[in-house]
């Protein structure tokens, strides 16, 4: 039996997907080959790597200006990639310190450029998101963090500026709709909302890019690179990439991004209303900044929140500990998070009887 | 029907492995989940994550100053990653241009730092490897490409210099002993002999370390880092680690490295044997310096070698076109390479009668 999995990401995908995966590595459409031993510059997989960068155009309905790259690396990865590829030696970027994910942007572009960051929810916790900060006139870009994965805060209306937005979306990508002309780059690692660890996708608005820099980018490290090689300068990730595909089908059969973000908000209400109701639970994050996709809680003791996690490892519920710099539980519904999954786990906060 | 799978990477891996792995995709050990959607810190992954370490470090029987990376991005990005590393603003290293992998690393190397490129193969087309040359003092390591993948040519012996070697393994990492003390790092990714797309395995030497240089290195590229966090920064491609988990344990299992060295002496004789004996076909690379990985070999007319295609195709024999800079043919053997494999496509050189 499946057990319903909360983890934060890696993250659950549809059983259908992880079959489908499956059977391709054993023998992809009855070649004879793995999807897995296939060339990065086979027909075969080129199909593979178009059909999802299609796919993505297609669900973000992205204007031919825009580039699709799928590269190795992580998001994590990016967070330098961007501000090298963006920014000259005595440029600046902006930042909302937000969180985790925040903070490793800000040390990542600190070692590349200037960093002007606005404000900081440090204070409260990381428990909303600062809204009150005014935009210096230097600033090439705006980084934001679309969701912060570790204390649960999400920007549902982005800053309005007049700079283009870099986006960390790794947690919400593909999760709804964008308005994508208002980002200079968006990017994401798979394995939340539509894939497994090892890809990550890279939305460039060639608008941004800076026709020259007194920067040296690496060429391994240089948009451009990727840009004109359609992802295949090296070997890709072939195998992420697949899966990646498998769930961008699976995304659009299910009705794409509307429908995504219709699921992300009745799971996150489901749990979010009997969070609210419970005696015995709380939320972390303020209400008009919750994460629909990582919603973090927890119960009114922490002698309460071991049993509630026993209840929940003994009923197949998994993967809620919340990060330890957060404590409590942490929910992690992405696109493959099923509803009946999340009526489990509303229904065993329900029916928890602590013993004290 | 399984194809005999002759490609150059991502390459054939034993059929045992795809499936398990494509078991552990759909249920990992019973645990109702999942190997892909475990959490890169979880203990079943801490447990993958280490066996495959200390596989390595058994296999290669590696001194207590050797670290085990499993890092993201390619070996491609290790050709950046590494000097970024190793040398300081105004220090150099040097390399022997051996063909398309040395071609790459001295470009990368040279966004960097100075570059000494000692000797080249390039007037005789890369068919063999340049060893008269004069090592200048101030290189502060020697780069060497292994094994040159698209020329098929491979060092037989490291050159004998006294400063550390840095080596690109790519492609004949894990398929033969080592003395590994002469080696600053040894960077390998895994789709040729002991995986599949999405996780390069880096070797770090701890005492070719500079203590401290005057380049500031990205902390995600810093090789500390990963040191320091035992590969797990940030999101490892936890389903590549996995695979090559089940291949180390596979190449283990068969009787190491020095069983994989025989199997791949084995396969290659096989192969040039029939290569130099048939008048149809001849060897590109010089005798000495042929590659036990890749055979590149050619057909005496171009006519002939459309029609030896078609005959390898149609008996279920795929991936041993050449790479275009090189043409005709090549076979590529790794780890996952059966020897039956290899005496069908030699039996169907022996029999192939072109129509002329």
Redesign the interface.
Known sequence: ???H?F???????PAVV??Q???A???YNH????I?????R?PEFMQIIEEASALVRELYQLPDYFEVLWL??????Q??VAPMNLLGLNDSMAIVDTGFWALRSI??AR??AQVHVLASASETHYDRIPKDWTLPADAKYLHVVSNETIEGIQYHQYPEVDIPLVADMTSDFLSKPLDVDRFGIIFA?A?KNFG????TCVLVNTKVLPSNSDR?V????DYRTHIQNQSL????????VY?ALLMLRWIKAEGGLDEMQKRSIAKSELLYTEIDRNPLFEGIAVKEDRSVLNACFRAISPEIEIQFLAHCSKN?V??IKGFPTVGGFRASMYNGMNIESVELLVDLMKNFKPEL
Chains 1, 2 share one sequence.
Request: net charge negative; charged share 10%; hydrophobic share 40%.
């Open positions: 039996m499946r057990k999995n983890s934060p990401g890696p993250a659950t995908l992880f079959q995966a499956a059977d590595l054993v023998d070649s004879g080959l793995s897995a031993e296939i060339s990065h086979a190795p690396g992580g998001a994590s990865s967070l330098a040390d990542a070692e590349l690692s394995q497994i660890a090892g890809i040296k690496p060429t391994i490290f300068y090296h070997t890709v990730p072939t195998f992420p899966v197949n998994v993967g």
